[in-house]
């Protein structure tokens, strides 16, 4: 009967190859019978390659030239697995125990059962795996990790920690999870099989198998959270049926069993931990960390908590929750061990931990804002008066710092302007060198003349040429003896973009939907409208103005009208913002370009790399545009519209070959002439 139920199937078969595999699968009366049983009812359970005992005879069978297809799970597509009956398939047995998931009585979560209580209710592998006795560390009755053994006591999963090694993929010492022939390799570093993804085609390890083939987790975690109107009820569902991307039935009209459900919101999601989904257990996890020690929160951090729970990306959140620097130093403040200040944020041995959440704090109104780039130039320039030898010129050094340099910063600073540090510590650092230069040679301010100044340019760096703020300084205090000139550097043209690449790379950044808003947007102001860099991260979003379908920007003194398709890009900007903001960002803010750190904008630096990367260099784009511009418009209108200085405005307007101002002049001396 097993060998005609064969010969059925592939009648390419011959007797001899059919003896041959029935030959080599049984090895006894039993496994005869079994192989009987599961093909009494026809060729079928050939093809489902179920149960064990089917699975071998049709690898023995393809081992002799079969074209009976390869034994393949049929909910997960994995293959080389022995499979189970079910339903008429074939299944692997993980897959089986998720057909026969049912609800855990301890967690509620919907898991395979892996054992049962005495009253029979089921217990999920997590439940259910270790036994639970007494810490030895913690005194606490939960899920033993590490057995009693050699006079130590018994660590539960919370107390254990696995041993430090040199991990031989990156070279730190970290925690040892995995012994690769004898080598200890991190979490990090822990080897998992790569393959490209059904969905997104990339190489990388495979969260599930579904009948199209692995897919990633990204690609996991999209389909699960993708909502849409079932194609059966019409309802607003989980789309689970067929399975990936085109979806169009919910479980109940697939005839599935049901989704898990948030035992918090309800809702049908991937649930997290506890029953709970990914934003709810934010929530649980944020209200733990800020709750004090009285048992409620404090009202200054209640802010906090709402942007943390509401971050747009509560995967990331619920990361620095649980492992971030920062998030350990807010719970020191929420349980009153650090006092909620900027004092105790400076002296915080972990600075880049308490720089971060002090954005946090102050974004969220929980301390007063104060400007960091002129804080830390605070500090930098106590520093460096410090490590001056010469009293005068310590005193010097430290007067034109405080009262010039520190004054002009925090003037512009509560202007509102985007502020930056690095020409404030340049002009400190070359009045150091200098006054390092004339100690040197047993000299003072006062005895510098032009020849030396001069001989000490030539020595110094390029930076020390913007040693006249100090000298103008100097001399206004009459440090110095008479007028000292610094030579101006001579200006250096750069290269401008050809016309036509500029406008082909804008026409590309218009209408590709693949690149990210944020580099479209910020390309075209550059190629467009001669944009710096500074200047555009500082962009606020009341600066878009919709009057109508007509969009305008706000740069200068006049709203600039952006034509279509740049204004439709402008206003999603606006009322999107960007998809990736750090964590603990407040739900609305002011910026059109925000940036990874709370309530501040994307730096110049970091979005110049961006557009590098899209083969967009900013300098020689921004050239190109303002020579453009400046041929076509008069100066004085090109400064009230892009917000530039006049002198700056006159000399793009001379680059660019448009300057009448001596046609202007002739004509007036011509005119003169002929009166006289």
Sequence with gaps: MVAARVAEADPGLSAEQISGAVEATVTGPAVLRDLAAALADGPGALRAGAPVVVGRLVAELRARGSQLPEPRCAACGRTSRPLVRSGGKGVCPRCRSYELAEACAACGERRPVIS?????????????????????????????????????????????????????????????????????????????????????GAERPPCARWPEGPVCELCYRAALGRRGSCAGCGEQRRLVSPPGPAAKLCCDCARVPPLARCRGCGVEERLYRHGLCARCALAERAGELLTGPAGFMSPRLVPVYEALVAARQPYSALNWLRSG???????????????????????????????????????????????????????????????IKRPEHRRMVNTYATWVVLRRLRRRADAGEVVHSNLAKTRVNAAVHLLAWLAERGQGLAELDQ???????????????????????????????????????????????????????????????????????????????????????????????????????????????????????????????????GVGTPVSTPWLFP???????????????????????????????????????????????????????????RAAGGDWSTYAAMIARDHNRERY
């Design 325 to 387: 620097k920062g998030a350990a130093v807010l719970a020191d403040m929420a349980a009153n061990k650090l006092a909620l200040s900027h004092e105790a944020l400076d002296a915080h041995p972990r600075r880049s931990a308490a720089e971060y959440l002090r954005h946090v704090l102050v974004a969220n109104g929980a301390l007063p804002g104060r400007n960091e780039h002129v804080a830390r130039l605070e500090r930098w320039v106590r520093d460096r008066v410090a490590g």
């Design 451 to 581: 020849a030396g100044l001069e001989r000490w340019l030539e020595e110094s760096c390029p930076s020390d040429g913007e040693i006249g703020d100090f000298l103008s300084w100097a001399a206004r205090h009459r440090y110095t003896t008479g007028a000292l000139e610094v030579p101006r550097r001579r200006r250096e043209e750069g290269e401008a973009l050809d016309d036509d690449a500029r406008w082909e790379i804008a026409r590309r950044l218009l209408r590709d939907e693949g690149l990210e808003l944020t580099d479209r947007v910020a390309g075209c102001l550059v190629l467009l409208y001669g944009q710096q860099l500074s200047r555009i991260v500082a962009i606020l979003t009341d600066q878009v103005v919709t009057d109508g379908e007509e969009v305008q920007l706000r740069l200068g003194r006049d709203c600039l009208p952006l034509p279509e398709p740049l204004g439709s890009l402008v206003t999603r900007l606006a009322a999107a913002g960007r998809r990736y903001v």
């Design 116 to 200: 049962r209580g005495p009253d029979g209710s089921p217990r999920c592998w997590r439940c259910s795996g270790r036994p639970h006795r007494r810490c030895g560390t913690c005194e606490q009755e939960r899920p033993i990790a590490k057995r009693a053994r050699d006079g130590e006591p018994d660590i539960c999963d919370r107390c254990f920690k696995p041993p430090v090694a040199t991990c031989t993929g990156c070279g730190r010492r970290k925690p040892c999870y995995f012994v690769a022939a004898g080598r200890p390799v991190c979490a990090s570093c822990s080897p998992r099989r790569t393959e490209p993804c059904a969905h997104c």
């Design 595 to 653: 940036g990874l750190l709370p309530g501040r904008p994307l730096s110049g630096r970091h979005l110049g790399q961006r557009l590098r990367a899209l083969g967009i260099d900013p300098r020689p784009g921004r050239r190109s545009a303002m020579v453009h511009l400046a041929a076509r418009m008069p100066a004085a209108v090109l400064a009230d519209m892009l917000n530039l200085h006049p002198v700056t405005a006159v000399h793009w307007a």
